[in-house]
């Protein structure tokens, strides 16, 4: 069991049958009454985010979400296999438990499967891919006045801008997280 007011960013805990992630909290302690915490959260299911206040002396009982590193395989009529590496089991997920950041995955890479008891609701791709640029226009010198960017096609079918001076056939850089150009690979 959790107290509402041992609250910290990231902590799962089950409440009227929901899994519930802290995404911010703020102890608060007025002048007049009696204190409270007030949180952000995320219900790891469905991925819907709310705010809400609770009672410090609230109770709780823990959620633990399982967090697997698993290869990502292929993909057949919506459903992409993830093989385990310990079991070399394939494991289906459901095109709609992926979030808009896996078109940065590509095939062979190892990302985190995201399950609580049993069912998978969620997939985290690494933090930074190293992909390479298969179409994009050719750059103009005297462009550079500002951070002149134009738009570039990856291998995994992935659209992004990248910087004047990517050339098609480079390797890049990317932050799957904001699906921005890092760098040069």
């Known amino acids: 069991m959790i107290s509402a007011g041992d609250f910290r960013n990231g902590v799962t805990f089950e409440d009227n ?12 302690k007025p002048g007049k009454g009696a204190a409270f915490v007030r949180t952000k959260i995320r219900n790891v299911i469905t991925g819907a985010v709310t705010e809400r206040t609770f ?8 959620a633990f979400v399982e967090r697997k590193d698993m290869e990502y395989s292929y993909e057949d009529g919506g459903l992409y296999y993830f093989m ?17 950041n896996f078109k940065f995955v590509k095939e ?16 985290e791709p690494p933090n930074f891919v190293e992909l390479q640029v298969t ?3 050719p750059g103009f010198k005297g462009d550079t006045a500002t951070n002149a960017t134009k738009p570039a096609t ?14 098609e056939g480079e390797m890049i850089r990317i932050d799957t997280r904001t699906g921005e150009y890092m760098e040069r690979a």
């Open 135 to 137: 179409q994009t226009d």
């Open 154 to 167: 990856l291998e995994t079918g992935a659209e992004i801008k990248v910087p004047l001076f990517i050339e």
């Open 108 to 123: 062979n890479m190892v990302c985190k499967v995201c399950s609580y008891k049993g069912s998978i609701f969620g997939v």
């Open 55 to 62: 009672n410090p002396t609230d109770k709780f009982p823990k």
């Open 17 to 28: 049958g929901a899994v519930l992630q802290i995404i911010e909290f703020q102890h608060v």
């Open 84 to 100: 385990d590496s310990e079991t070399y089991e394939l494991v289906p997920v459901d095109q709609s438990k992926l979030d808009d």
